[in-house]
């Protein structure tokens, strides 16, 4: 197999043909092609009136030309990318895929057979695993175009792995003039799709590195349950927390990728839209720390659900789960403990401060490991049944907008509980904060309810998007 | 990087140098190396009176000799392997790792970056992930020498990844004259380890893929708790019940690993030997199945304890134990279906049918998987509550002796209850069967009390070895 060198994406320039410039499309219409939601792109290209080559040389021109400003990329191959949307293209009708032609952004940390996989650490500078993740595999047999590999926070030394909250490269796209942070640490990934550089991207969540980017970046995105979907191929942070997500720019395009990966609910769900359907409010036990934003947010969603006659009751959690976002800390740091061991061994010096420590000063026992996780086992089947009681609980995804500056990746403490609990979680986008930036809030259900979610999260949207007060103006 | 060409042993002759035929040594002495202890070898090392390069001769004159009726490699560079105990040896002294020269086999579900992968499936033919896993980084980082590849089952194509109980290649080297399995699905490290021709070898156990091979070759290993050590980069079945697990010819090679792995109690063991200790004698539910073999050898144990001045008690689980066996089930073929969707979708025909049916005949619901996760979530500190009242509980390794021919690596019953538990099991060799094979018997403790449970391996596999009965004949 021969390696494709890196190319920088200041080298794009002359690369990319001019004659898709984004502008103009297959259809002779003049509407971008970079708008698309990939749903509308593949319906294109299945009907005949675009092409996977006209569609990426678009993107490829799109990224080109807003790359030095959102810097979402860490590895892309524009010649690759066309070599393989050309074969695409070449393929008959009969024989394509479902996805065939979707281009997908994927972060950094999940293995791709065609691209290094740096996990933006020093220590795997030029690891290139030459092996396609569980994730990958399953997206390229469906015939998507596997586009390249968007950064997983920051390129600095002092950043790596999808573990630290500080210093990412990658900027917000929807704050032009101050630089603000697109979350972390699927950064690249939420940036990318948020600015129409790449409709769908995947992402993993540990703590809230799937969830809280797509609120700061105004888009939606799906957190399945745990272990419904392989996670095999991506960097291991914590075995009982990390999964794998994935970013649109509507709940069509995350509906695609769960049909993909068979994320399946035991029963169809008899959700009839919003009326007479039936939400909880939960505010958790770290209310304490919602921004204004936030607050606002939430109460807005509810007032909104309300308005179109959603029953709307306030959910506070039982005393059990009192315990449950500190138990969620342990298992990370006892996890992180065993995950990061090799790299601590081979690179100590290059390995960050906030994971090293995880080693150098264990902050739990065993025995306090132990009760963390089986606490947090007893506590699932628990809230099951309790969320079992609504359409969905809707709880804030961010505890603010997007912060300021590039140092700083945001608190993930309203995604922590509901990762430690396994639920499947999505954020719709659409209200704002006081200073115009994208606000989502977050819709949970019940283990193994994914796609009931996402036909709730669907009607939720349109109200969201209509009426939440936030519309993309970079769109 | 260059891909070294795959060597297969049959090409071994004239590779190899014969000053260090394995019947001579550095010592001057006349005992061959190949029986070594790892840690015997590796005090040799540090002192001085061996070389790696020595040793790993011996070793590959071993293997070359025993090939063809053991056939327990799936990759060996005799040159790599050469090249890199040569480097070992001339790293200065003051500038080697704890692990120094000692030889690793590893199970071909494993990651390393200088050998194919190919889980021993079509499906991965050539197959040359070019990263080494968690385990890898840190024995290679230790100095181990990383030595081959063993077999992972067998190499028809009716077998694949570490899940199919049939068709290993591999045989065991203690039934020169029957064909007898070795176990599986960790066959070739069993095998490789029972028969001199690698003091140590990694393996994993998804049911009893570590514990079953160990008492059919009658060596020890051990599988710790689950998420001690780091799994990533080893083939995924299922998240909830793969382990990384090792053999060795004594416990002291157990806890060489167990020290660079950190596999570490909360406090040190208060074991002090075997007299007024306190042991379980558990059955199971799964009794029924056990051999004349099994239960003698399980009634020998519990009596050679007994006149060593230990005190042994019967352990009936409560009730609630009951569903456990097939809780463990539903959690293994829905964590399987899951994992193997990308080998489903991309070579269906390649996939083998016992594995392809979870994707294709789901047989569990997502209520029933969730009960089977919650209700296994629940047993585990029950049980580590009822082990904690003794120093090991006592149980069966494997149903019998082992399988007649190579279509059948044997029944893991015995095994997966402890698996779905994450308690640590050792298997103590010592016993043997009506055919004059060895029978192992298991050692478990709570979860994270493995450097408890090796303490009292080392004094329990004392007794076992000199006065079990069963002796190997081939070392």
Same mark, same amino acid.
């Given at each position: 197999?021969?390696?494709?060198?890196?190319?920088?994406?200041?080298?794009?320039?002359?690369?990319?043909?001019?004659?898709?410039?984004?502008?103009?499309?297959?259809?002779?219409?003049?509407?971008?092609?970079?708008?698309?939601?990939?749903?509308?792109?593949?319906? #294109?290209?299945?009907?005949?009136?675009?092409?996977?080559?006209?569609?990426?040389?678009?993107l490829l021109n799109r990224i080109q030309a807003h790359d030095a400003a959102v810097k979402a990329w860490a590895y892309l191959d524009p010649a690759l990318v066309l070599e393989q949307a050309?074969?695409?293209?070449?393929?008959? !009708?009969?024989?394509?895929?479902?996805?065939?032609?979707?281009?997908?952004?994927?972060?950094?940390?999940?293995?791709?057979?065609?691209?290094?996989? !740096?996990?933006?650490s020093e220590i795997y500078k030029g690891s290139f695993p030459q092996v396609d993740s569980a994730s990958i595999m399953i997206l390229r047999e469906a015939g998507a175009l596997i586009f390249?590999?968007?950064?997983?926070?920051?390129?600095?030394?002092?950043?790596?792995?999808?573990?630290?909250?500080?210093?990412?490269?990658?900027?917000?796209?929807?704050?032009?003039?101050?630089?603000?942070?697109?979350?972390?640490?699927?950064?690249?990934? @939420?940036?990318?799709?948020?600015?129409?550089?790449?409709?769908?991207?995947?992402?993993?969540?540990?703590?809230?590195?799937?969830?809280?980017?797509?609120?700061?970046?105004?888009?939606?995105?799906?957190?399945?349950?745990?272990?419904?979907?392989?996670?095999?191929?991506?960097?291991?942070?914590?075995?009982?927390?990390?999964?794998?997500?994935?970013?649109?720019?509507?709940?069509?395009?995350?509906?695609?990728?769960?049909?993909?990966?068979?994320?399946?609910?035991?029963?169809?769900?008899?959700?009839?839209?919003? #009326?007479? %359907?039936?939400?909880?409010?939960?505010?958790?036990?770290?209310?304490?720390?919602?921004?204004?934003?936030?607050?606002?947010?939430?109460?807005?969603?509810?007032?909104?659900?309300?308005?179109?006659?959603?029953?709307?009751?306030?959910?506070?959690?039982?005393?059990?789960?009192?315990?449950?976002?500190?138990?969620?800390?342990?298992?990370?740091?006892?996890?992180?403990?065993?995950?990061?061991?090799?790299?601590?061994?081979?690179?100590?010096?290059?390995?960050?401060?906030?994971? %090293?420590?995880?080693?150098?000063?264990?902050?739990?026992?065993?025995?306090?490991?132990?009760?963390?996780?089986?606490?947090?086992? @007893?506590?699932?089947?628990?809230?099951?049944?309790?969320?079992?009681?609504?359409?969905?609980?809707?709880?804030?995804? %961010?505890?603010?907008?997007?912060?300021?500056?590039?140092?700083?990746?945001?608190?993930?403490?309203?995604?922590?509980?509901?990762?430690?609990?396994?639920?499947?979680?999505?954020?719709?986008?659409?209200?704002?904060?006081?200073?115009?930036?994208?606000?989502?809030?977050?819709?949970?259900?019940?283990?193994?309810?994914?796609?009931?979610?996402?036909?709730?999260?669907?009607?939720?949207?349109?109200?969201?998007?209509?009426?939440?007060?936030?519309?993309?103006?970079?769109?």
């Amino acid at each position: 197999m021969t390696v494709p060198s890196v190319v920088p994406l200041a080298h794009l320039n002359g690369k990319v043909e001019k004659h898709a410039n984004g502008t103009t499309n297959g259809n002779g219409s003049h509407e971008p092609l970079h708008v698309l939601t990939g749903s509308e792109a593949l319906r #294109r290209i299945r009907e005949g009136s675009l092409t996977v080559e006209a569609y990426a040389r678009a993107l490829l021109n799109r990224i080109q030309a807003h790359d030095a400003a959102v810097k979402a990329w860490a590895y892309l191959d524009p010649a690759l990318v066309l070599e393989q949307a050309r074969a695409l293209d070449s393929i008959p !009708e009969k024989a394509r895929g479902p996805l065939h032609g979707l281009p997908i952004g994927v972060k950094d940390a999940i293995y791709t057979k065609d691209m290094p996989t !740096e996990h933006n650490s020093e220590i795997y500078k030029g690891s290139f695993p030459q092996v396609d993740s569980a994730s990958i595999m399953i997206l390229r047999e469906a015939g998507a175009l596997i586009f390249g590999r968007v950064v997983l926070k920051g390129k600095t030394v002092t950043t790596e792995f999808a573990a630290i909250t500080i210093g990412p490269k990658t900027m917000n796209p929807h704050s032009p003039h101050e630089i603000r942070s697109p979350g972390g640490s699927s950064s690249g990934s @939420a940036a990318g799709v948020a600015d129409g550089q790449i409709p769908v991207a995947l992402a993993t969540q540990t703590g809230g590195s799937t969830i809280r980017p797509a609120s700061y970046n105004g888009i939606y995105c799906i957190k399945p349950t745990w272990n419904a979907v392989s996670r095999e191929g991506q960097k291991l942070y914590s075995l009982l927390l990390d999964t794998l997500g994935w970013y649109g720019r509507s709940v069509s395009d995350l509906v695609l990728l769960a049909d993909i990966f068979s994320l399946e609910d035991d029963e169809p769900s008899t959700f009839n839209g919003i #009326r007479g %359907a039936k939400f909880a409010v939960c505010k958790t036990n770290n209310w304490h720390k919602a921004s204004d934003a936030t607050r606002q947010a939430l109460a807005k969603a509810a007032a909104l659900l309300k308005a179109h006659g959603a029953i709307v009751e306030d959910l506070e959690l039982p005393p059990s789960f009192e315990p449950l976002t500190d138990w969620y800390l342990t298992v990370l740091e006892t996890d992180g403990a065993t995950t990061f061991l090799p790299e601590h061994r081979v690179a100590r010096s290059k390995l960050h401060e906030s994971l %090293a420590v995880f080693i150098d000063k264990p902050a739990y026992t065993r025995k306090q490991t132990l009760a963390a996780q089986d606490g947090i086992a @007893a506590l699932r089947p628990e809230f099951d049944a309790i969320a079992s009681q609504y359409d969905a609980v809707l709880t804030p995804s %961010a505890v603010d907008e997007a912060p300021y500056g590039l140092e700083y990746t945001g608190d993930a403490v309203f995604c922590a509980d509901w990762t430690a609990l396994h639920v499947p979680v999505v954020n719709v986008p659409g209200f704002q904060g006081p200073s115009g930036m994208p606000v989502g809030v977050s819709l949970v259900a019940p283990r193994f309810r994914d796609r009931h979610l996402l036909r709730v999260a669907e009607d939720v949207g349109k109200i969201f998007e209509f009426e939440g007060g936030w519309k993309s103006n970079i769109l």
